[in-house]
């Protein structure tokens, strides 16, 4: 009896070894598989824009590292909040991946009463590029300089009226920091998208507009409106001559919008450095490079924790923003 029971703990052990011998090998296949299966890129906001232009660039850089399709689906609505809630709810296994900005994933958080992710709903994987907010007025504007308009606000408190292309928006916000910044009160006056604002701002129907570089680009190249500042801390490539609002006296004022890649949070750590190697090389392509470049984007790829605080602060400088301007979208 004694010799069966040795005999049977034997074969027991003789078995666990062989089992763990081969889930551990599994195991490490099947992270190194990764993907096997195409990848899907959730942009959340419509076709068109410059979200999706980005998102369709990188899908497309990515495909070739990853060696499998990067599919991009828009899922817009809510200024970015339904798609970005599709990917936080997502299974954590690198398949489904979230075009990340500075809308849906910093100024919602303080706009929105009720958010239905949080910013620990995700993992950041790299912040891709950053584009400032530009402040552009009317050719008959009687402020040609930063330092005139500044004045001039300043002497004539709600006189005059700045556009965005929402309320709420980055453009709309960054206003209200500058106003915070420099003491100025001016009337707010959001359309329903960019197109309108710039129009209306061209035909002088609303004195100065606050936009993204890659919106405002063309009609600025081609004379119809007045560049005033960049809201970047270094002055933008594509806006040479543009001074920055930062170093006209306003140290330190920012106000960008930007984009990343980021995942739901669980995300296995192998599959979160794959990304982010992936991404990396993609932001180095010089076809994609040049492409962000061309219209102001200042390209980035940095890494997870480092976009992760970036995100944290960005969260906390345009909740303060948000908060101060009253804008609510609930």
Do not use: C
């Not at 798609?83 to 100024?107: E, F, H, Q, R």
């Not at 919106?215 to 809201?231: E, K, S, T």
């Not at 920055?244 to 990343?260: L, V």
Request: net charge positive; aromatic share 6%; proline share 7%.
């Amino acid at each position: 009896m004694k010799h069966r029971r040795n005999l049977l703990r034997s074969l027991v052990s003789v078995v666990a070894l062989s089992i763990g011998s081969w889930v551990v090998p599994a195991a490490a296949q099947a992270q190194g598989a990764y993907p096997d299966k195409p990848v899907r890129l959730i942009v959340p906001f419509p076709p068109g824009g410059s979200t999706d232009a980005v998102g369709r660039l990188l899908a497309a850089e990515l495909g070739k590292d990853l060696g499998q399709t990067v599919i991009v689906e828009n899922r817009g609505g809510a200024n970015g909040n339904i798609g970005s809630d599709a990917v936080a709810k997502s299974a954590p296994d690198g398949y489904t991946l979230l075009l990340s900005g500075v809308g849906s994933n910093a100024i919602s958080y303080a706009l929105y009463q009720s958010m239905p992710y949080q910013d620990s709903d995700f993992v950041h994987i790299s912040l891709l590029a950053t584009g400032p907010n530009v402040l552009v007025a009317n050719n008959d504007f009687p402020a040609k300089t930063f330092a005139d308009f500044i004045k001039l606000a300043k002497e004539n408190p709600g006189k005059y009226t700045h556009a965005s292309s929402a309320n709420g928006s980055s453009g709309h916000l960054a206003m209200e920091m500058l106003k915070q910044a420099a003491g100025i009160d001016l009337v707010h006056v959001p359309y329903k998208g960019g197109a309108a604002a710039i129009t209306d701002t061209i035909g002088g129907r609303v004195n100065v507009l606050f936009l993204n570089q890659d919106n405002l680009l063309p009609q600025v190249q081609a004379g119809l409106r007045l560049a005033l500042a960049v809201a970047s801390a270094k002055r933008n490539p594509a806006y040479p001559d543009v001074p920055t609002i930062a170093e006209s006296g306003y140290p330190g004022f920012a106000a960008e919008s930007w984009f990343g890649l980021s995942a739901p949070k669980g995300t296995p750590a192998p599959v979160v450095d794959r990304l982010h190697k992936a991404t990396v090389k993609a932001l180095a392509q010089p076809e994609l490079k040049s492409k962000l470049e061309a219209v102001g984007f200042v390209v980035v790829g940095n890494d997870p924790q480092a976009f992760s605080q970036f995100v944290s602060a960005e969260i906390d400088k345009w909740g303060k923003a948000a908060r101060a301007s009253g804008a609510r979208m609930d």
